[in-house]
């Protein structure tokens, strides 16, 4: 099993309302897991779900305490179902309480054949073979997961932190999973969440830092993204704003032929 999958597989029947995911070691932070997968985790759920029609066109995860080693209970209802399009509800539940951990809201859409244009351009990257792969070998576990290569804002932070003056937030970049795996919704979504906090690159150093809440829209169907294969990604990913401990942050993914597969944007907390 493939190290993502073994990350975001749930227990129970795909039609239980109450599912249960546990926490992976391969995708672990400093004080919790991955949110990428966590977000998978939720649309794993929706996506195994025998009611569930159409594919994902829009997820919003929200962060709302850390996720402790072990064990957690996934909660999944559809809360609206429309004739193109249906609302999904997702909670992750743990400890005693069973207070929430995670939340989040999933719309699947019926996409269908229609007019086209795509005014966003992928960026002009080097061929991936000419760039340096990131050395993610003594880096946090799930850094490992990720093949990056880096052709602008590769990071390189420190203990005393960049000198004045800062860093652009800007990064381009291929990225593909470290293990083959064919592209699908869920590791598209992980990705979607595999960039650096902006702040790293910007202030060359890692504050406290984490985010708070992360929405993915999907800009193509199941069979575009089989398509694609294991092929590394195209990416960007930056940042407008650093404002009174929050900041926020934004990401394009490109697919073969410069189709633009997902956008990102990220609101986080941190302490500088």
Known sequence: MHPLDEATALAGAPGDPVRRGRTSDAYWTFIGPFGGTSAATALRAVLEHPDRDGDPLAVTVNFCA????????VHVRRARANRSSQHWQVEFRQGASE?????????????????NHQPARAPALPPFDTLP???NRSSLSWVAQYGLRFAEGIPSPSEEGNAEPLRSPRSLLWIQDGVPRPLDFLSLLAMSDAFFGRIFQVIGRIPPFGTVSMTTHFHAAADELAAHGDAPLAALADARVFHRSFCDQSAELYGAGGQLL?????IAYFRA
């Not at 997902?262 to 990220?266: E, I, L, N």
């Open 99 to 115: 207070d929430a951990v995670l939340t989040a809201s999933i719309v699947t859409a019926v996409r269908r054949e229609g007019w």
């Open 133 to 135: 792969a990131f050395d």
């Open 262 to 266: 997902a956008t990102s944007t990220q």
């Open 66 to 73: 850390p996720i402790e080693r072990g064990e957690y209970a």
